[in-house]
């Protein structure tokens, strides 16, 4: 089992940055992948961004650009750098981890909540 918590979320003007952070306890996170999703009020969840297991990162094309995705292996955890953040970056997000890149995770955090002000 791999008990995942994020953290770093909470309100910030557009334009500004957030780093969010992934936690994990119970198993190392360096044999899965690792992905961030989020789900704004009264719509799907969608991916963010995954990083493979070797290092590979994936980006929707809504965040390329703007955030990074990150892991440090020694702390066991994962990172997203969220820069020029748009009012419809608000959303909860969540990490999740697995085999998969844009779904089919096994493992998710039960969210932080990120709150994009014009």
């Known amino acids: 089992q791999v008990q995942l918590v994020e953290s770093g979320g909470g309100l910030v003007q557009a334009g500004g940055s957030l780093r969010l952070s992934c936690a994990a306890s119970g198993r190392t996170l360096s044999r899965y992948n690792i992905g961030w999703f989020r789900q704004a009020p009264g719509k799907e969840r969608e991916h963010v961004s995954t990083?493979?297991?070797?290092?590979?990162?994936y980006y929707a094309d809504s965040v390329k650009g703007r955030f990074t995705i990150s892991r440090d292996y020694i702390e066991n955890m994962v990172f997203l750098q969220m820069n020029s953040l748009k009012p419809e970056d608000t959303a909860v997000y969540s990490c999740?981890?697995?085999?998969?890149?844009?779904?089919?995770?096994?493992?998710w955090g039960k969210g932080t909540l990120v709150t994009v002000s014009s």
């Open positions: 999740a981890a697995g085999w998969g890149v844009y779904g089919g995770m096994d493992y």
């Open positions: 990083i493979s297991e070797s290092g590979m990162t």
